[in-house]
Each structure stands twice: as C-alpha cells, then as structure tokens.
C-alpha cells in the first residue's frame, strides 16, 4: 500500500474540489463527513457563496495554491456546449492548466480525478497533455482517473454515497487509488479497465433516458392528433410487470446532462467516420418540445378566441425539474421566449426561483394567486413543484396547458 492511499485510509489525505457547484458542493460536504481535510477551489464564485460555504467550514478560495498542499484533487467544472452544438471543454481545459501549474514540489504522489460530463478520450487526450507540459509524468508523481458524477438534484433517496460509482484509471496504480478513494465516501464503486468507458458510461446512462424520452414524447404527439390520452396509455403500459421501463412526456429536456450529452458523443463519433442519426434525432426530438408547447397555448387561445399577440400567458415553473432552484437547459425559458416571440405579455410563477432571463429580458416571479391567474387568458404549466395549488389552477375559468400532466392528480387531464 502506498503512502497516498494509507492517508485515504485514515482519512488524512487532504483533498481540494475545483468548481463548487451543483457537483462539487455536495461532494465537498460528503468528503467533510468522510474526515478529509477539504478546500473548495471556484474561480467565478461569487462572495456571498463563498461566505456561505465557508460558514459550514469548507475554505473556499478562488486561487489554486491548495493544490499544491492536496493529496487529492477533484475537478467538478461545467462541460456545456457551444452555439453551435459542439463540445465545450474550455473549463476543463482551463481548470486542469491550474491544477498543473500548481502541482507543487516533493516526490509524493497526488491523484488527480475529473467528474464533469464529457465524451470519450477526455481524460487522456486533453488532460493528460497538460499536465505533461508541466513536466509531470503519469505513474509517477501524478495519478490521473475519471469518474463521472451521479448527482440529481432535488430526488428523494439520492443521497451522495448511496449512489453507486464508476472509475477508471489511466493506469493500474490510478484506477486503484480511485478506487480507494471513493470507497471512504461512497457504499459502492465499480472499477472499470480505463477512463474511456468510465466516459462512455456516463453518457450511456443519460442517452438511454434521452432516447425514450423523445420517444415518449413523439408518442405524445402522435396521441394528440389521434385523441389517445398518452399519460393513460403509459400508466396501462407500466403495469407489465417485465419489458418496460415507464418514461413521461413533457415539455423539453432540462438540467445538464440529458440534453448536452447526446450531441457530446455523436461529436465524438464522427471522429470516427460513426454517425449516430438515432441518438441526433432524439435530441432533435427533444428540443423541439417547447415549440409544440407554444402550439398548444395558441390552440387554448384560440379556443377562447383570442390569439397570441396581446394576450398575456402565465407560465409555472421555470425549474428544469420539480422542486430544484435550476434553471439550466429549461424548457421553460425557451417557452417564454418563443411566446414573447409571439406577441403575448408572458409573467411566471416558481416558488423556487426569483428571477429568471430568457430572450435577453428579465422576468420575476409572481404570486399564485386567484387575483394572478384571473388577469390572464392561459396558464401553462411546465414544471410542477410539490407545492403547487392545483386545487386554485383547476377551479380557474382560465385554459390550462398541462405538460406534466399535474392535474391528473386531480382526476384531470392536461393538454400534453
């Protein structure tokens, strides 16, 4: 046993956390609990952040001079995409040059691990180089792993080392003090022969969603024009007790993960002459959704003999998910533009989230309230947040869009 992994071990090991995030923060938290030694690294932090994290005890610096005093460093930045659909690793890329510039002396070994989304041959195409640059070989003083998060915000039972993880090394030695090292943290860890499948994993798991969630949602569309109510034919179809996994429709894809890593992998595979049309064109699918959203809310209008233009469209929930202050890849911020687009006065609703952009103008939340809901001419709802007051949305003569099917609580059906 080498002397890193002794202080994995015991936990003496010190362990610094690029990027304190929706990822690195949580994380961050669990290795205090675990009795790592912890800073927290995140350039872009803002004071007030810090000073809330610091107040549970965590060192928050925007520097990366812990680094060099770390046994262990873990890379949690964001890995969006470009305007036009193409991988962005600039935050990777950036953060990966600090740690390597700021290795530190010594002949002790440090481990550095990146848990941000991205495509195969990250790790070691684009991280590995940088730390070469520096002077540092692999196997040597730096041990370099993936291994991808597996954090979802605001679900039940999803506490961080209850999820099982997945690691790999770029070596034998890396992917063994990996596996050391979320052993203290996590109740399972699964080890895996290099870092390209540990990539290719992560992505295999939100993909699979991605694709049967557009493929419930063109079901939906196609539900829609035949008169089928798909939220009843999904709930019949969940009762086969093998063969089917049950997805819902909806508005769009939110959140990080489910509608980036599609277009990161088929990126990745046209490197390949591979081009995966399957997995294109459930993103496709799935981006499209806030379009038919729109549709729909003219419909309702339409219906009232009203038209988009000049009326004004409540919309509830800008969270890309109930009961999480995210707003990341919303669906709903593209249904407001796109109905700012056409002419409506748009006002929203999320207990959640205060203030939110969308079209390059600013939005504030507005009270649920009867006196809200009866100054406008549709209310459509995106994300359903477990305290919201569908009694008060269902005893309004207002049309309601429901792309959650948050009324079939109530014995009710949406428009979705």
Request: net charge negative.
């Given at each position: 046993m080498s002397a890193l992994e002794k202080r994995i071990q015991d936990c003496s090991a010190g362990v610094a956390v690029v990027g304190l995030g929706f990822v690195g923060l949580p994380l961050a938290r669990r290795l205090m609990e675990a009795g790592f030694q912890v800073a927290g690294i995140d350039k872009y932090i803002k004071d007030e952040k810090r000073e809330e994290i610091e107040a549970e005890g965590i060192p928050v610096t925007r520097g990366f001079s812990a680094?060099?005093?770390?046994?262990?460093?873990?890379?949690?930045?964001?890995?969006?995409?470009?305007?036009?659909?193409?991988?962005?690793?600039?935050?990777?890329?950036?953060?990966?040059?600090?740690?390597?510039?700021?290795?530190?002396?010594?002949?002790?070994?440090?481990?550095?691990?990146?848990?941000?989304?991205?495509?195969?041959?990250?790790?070691?195409?684009?991280?590995?180089p940088l730390f070469e640059r520096e002077g540092l070989e692999l196997g040597k003083r730096l041990l370099l792993a993936y291994a991808p998060e597996?954090?979802?915000?605001?679900?039940?039972?999803?506490?961080?080392?209850?999820?099982?993880?997945?690691?790999?090394?770029?070596?034998?030695?890396?992917?063994?003090?990996?596996?050391?090292?979320?052993?203290?943290?996590?109740?399972?860890?699964?080890?895996?022969?290099?870092?390209?499948?540990?990539?290719?994993?992560?992505?295999?798991?939100?993909?699979?969603?991605?694709?049967?969630?557009?493929?419930?949602?063109?079901?939906?569309?196609?539900?829609?024009?035949?008169?089928?109510?798909?939220?009843?034919?999904?709930?019949?179809?969940?009762?086969?007790?093998?063969?089917?996994?049950?997805?819902?429709?909806?508005?769009?894809?939110?959140?990080?993960?489910?509608?980036?890593?599609?277009?990161?992998?088929?990126?990745?595979?046209?490197?390949?002459?591979?081009?995966?049309?399957?997995?294109e064109l459930a993103g496709k699918t799935n981006r499209g959704m806030p379009f038919h959203v729109v549709d729909w809310v003219v419909e309702a209008l339409n219906g009232e003999g009203k038209s988009a233009k000049g009326s004004k469209v409540l919309v509830i929930g800008v969270a890309y998910k109930e009961d999480v202050a995210d707003t990341r890849e919303s669906p709903s911020l593209e249904v407001i533009e796109l109905l700012a687009r056409r002419g409506a006065e748009v006002v929203y609703h999320d207990s959640y989230i205060d203030m939110v952009e969308a079209g390059g103008k600013e939005y504030h939340s507005r009270e649920l309230s009867p006196e809200t809901i009866s100054e406008c001419d549709c209310l459509v709802i995106v994300t359903a947040h477990s305290d919201l007051d569908l009694e008060l949305i269902a005893s309004s003569e207002v049309p309601v869009v429901d792309t959650r099917n948050a009324l079939g609580k109530l014995g009710l059906r949406g428009a979705l």
């Open positions: 680094v060099s005093e770390s046994d262990i460093v873990v890379i949690c930045v964001p890995t969006p995409l470009t305007p036009d659909q193409n991988p962005d690793l600039s935050f990777v890329r950036e953060a990966t040059a600090d740690v390597a510039r700021n290795f530190g002396g010594g002949d002790g070994q440090k481990l550095v691990i990146l848990e941000s989304t991205s495509y195969p041959g990250t790790t070691r195409e684009e991280m590995l597996r954090i979802s915000p605001g679900t039940a039972g999803s506490a961080l080392e209850k999820i099982p993880r997945v690691a790999g090394g770029l070596d034998e030695e890396s992917g063994r003090v990996a596996l050391a090292f979320y052993r203290r943290i996590v109740d399972s860890v699964t080890l895996v022969s290099k870092p390209e499948v540990a990539e290719m994993t992560k992505l295999l798991e939100n993909i699979f969603r991605a694709v049967n969630i557009a493929l419930v949602n063109e079901m939906s569309l196609l539900c829609r024009r035949m008169d089928i109510d798909i939220w009843e034919v999904v709930e019949a179809a969940a009762t086969k007790p093998f063969g089917f996994m049950s997805f819902r429709p909806g508005p769009g894809l939110g959140g990080h993960c489910i509608p980036v890593d599609p277009f990161y992998l088929a990126w990745k595979a046209k490197q390949y002459d591979f081009y995966p049309e399957f997995i």
